[in-house]
């Protein structure tokens, strides 16, 4: 078993930056991917950025590029993502995400962060 808890979030005006923090604990020597995912109500549940924790390869939905920054935290299994320009558009319950080695889908989630961005 995998246990991902989230920290950060909050609200902030448009143009201003978030950071979100992600832990895993348990047997994460079986995680290959971590990613931040966002859901709006009535909405399903979207991918924001991804990291391979082995290679430290990013992906990023288009709507973020150049906006949201992902890296691994020096603790490891770990990892920030760094939030800048926010847009009212970003905001959303933030939730992150652990990918098992072998996996096709994620099955370990953290609570969720709600992020508000006002305009």
């Known amino acids: 078993q995998v246990q991902v808890v989230e920290s950060g979030g909050g609200m902030v005006q448009a143009g201003g930056s978030l950071r979100l923090s992600c832990a895993a604990s348990g047997r994460t020597g079986s995680i290959h991917i971590m990613g931040w995912f966002r859901q709006t109500p009535g909405k399903e549940r979207e991918i924001v950025a991804t990291i391979d924790m082995t290679t430290d390869y990013p992906y990023y939905a288009d709507s973020v590029k150049g906006r949201f920054t992902i890296s691994r935290a020096n603790a490891k299994n770990s990892l920030h993502l760094q939030m800048n320009s926010l847009k009212p558009e970003d905001t959303a319950v933030y939730y992150c995400?652990?990918?098992?080695?072998?996996?096709?889908?994620?099955?370990?989630w953290g609570q969720g962060t709600q992020v508000t961005v006002s305009s």
């Open positions: 995400g652990a990918l098992e080695i072998g996996r096709p889908k994620y099955d370990y």
